[in-house]
C-alpha cells in the first residue's frame, strides 16, 4: 500500500552484501529467502543484510561508509552464518526505497568474496538459502522459481558478465558508485522503474529521447536496460 501524497516515510540506514564465490563453470551468488511473514520483502530472494544497528557505529566514528561495511559483515554472519572482514567488502551502490513505500530503506551494497564455508540460516527471518551462478538465478526469476526485488535483479543482471569473482570485484571497482532510487511508472504489461540517469526521471516520462537507466518488470519477464 502506497503513502497518502506528502505523507512520505524516512528511509532508515541499511547495508547489505552481495557474497561471491568461484564454482567450476564460474561465480555463484549467494541468496536468501525471507521469511513470508516478514512485513518488508516477505518470501523474496534477497543478499544477506538489514538495517544499521547502533552496535555498528564506533565512538567518535564520522564514517558513515565504515559503519555500513560493519552492518553488513554483521549481518552476512546473523544472517548467513558467514564470516568476512569489513575491509574486505567493495562498495557497489547506495540504493533507496521508492518514497511511495510505506517501509523504507537506504541502503549500501556491498560484495565480496566467501569460501565454502557451511551457510547456516537462522530460521526465523531466513527460510533457505541458495548459491546460483547469476545467469541461472535470472532463469529462476523468469520463471517465477526466485522472486527478486529490483536491487537483486539488478546486480544479478550485471554480475552476469563476469566468470570469476575476481574479475566481478574488479569490475565493480570501477563502476560509479551510483544513487539508486526507482520512479514507478505504470506501462502495459506491468510496471517500469527509472533511476535519476534516464531521460524519463526527471519529468516521470517514459517515452523520451535520450540515455536510459531503468528497469522493466513486465507480466512478459523483466528486463534492466542501461545506455548512459
Known amino acids: ?50 538495517r544499521i544497528d547502533p552496535g555498528d557505529h564506533l565512538a567518535g566514528d564520522t564514517d558513515a561508509l565504515g559503519t555500513a561495511r560493519r552492518a553488513a559483515a554483521r549481518e552476512a554472519h546473523e544472517e548467513a552464518g558467514v564470516t568476512v572482514d569489513p575491509a574486505s567488502l567493495h562498495p557497489v551502490c547506495h540504493w533507496t526505497t521508492p518514497t511511495a513505500s510505506p517501509i523504507r530503506f537506504a541502503t549500501w551494497f556491498f560484495a565480496a568474496e566467501t569460501d565454502r564455508t557451511p551457510v547456516q540460516i537462522d530460521g526465523v527471518e531466513i527460510h533457505a538459502h541458495q548459491w546460483h551462478r547469476p545467469e541461472e538465478a535470472l532463469v529462476a526469476h523468469r520463471t ?85
Open 144 to 228: 517465477g522459481h526466485l522472486q527478486f526485488a529490483n536491487p537483486t535483479f539488478v546486480l544479478t543482471t550485471r554480475l552476469a558478465e563476469h566468470r570469476t569473482v575476481r574479475d566481478a570485484l574488479a569490475a565493480l571497482d570501477d563502476w560509479p558508485k551510483e544513487q539508486m532510487m526507482g520512479r514507478i511508472l505504470p506501462v502495459q504489461g506491468g510496471r517500469v522503474a527509472l533511476y535519476a540517469e534516464d531521460c524519463g526521471y526527471a519529468s516521470s516520462t517514459v517515452d523520451c529521447a535520450g540515455p536510459r537507466h531503468r528497469v522493466w518488470m513486465l507480466d512478459a519477464g523483466w528486463r534492466y536496460e542501461r545506455s548512459f
Open 1 to 50: 500500500m502506497a503513502n497518502p501524497p506528502g505523507d512520505i516515510v524516512e528511509p532508515q540506514p541499511a547495508a547489505s552484501v552481495v557474497l561471491l564465490r568461484d564454482v567450476e563453470g564460474g561465480l555463484e551468488i549467494l541468496y536468501l529467502r525471507r521469511s513470508p511473514e516478514l512485513k518488508f520483502m516477505g518470501g523474496y530472494w534477497v543478499f544477506p543484510g538489514g
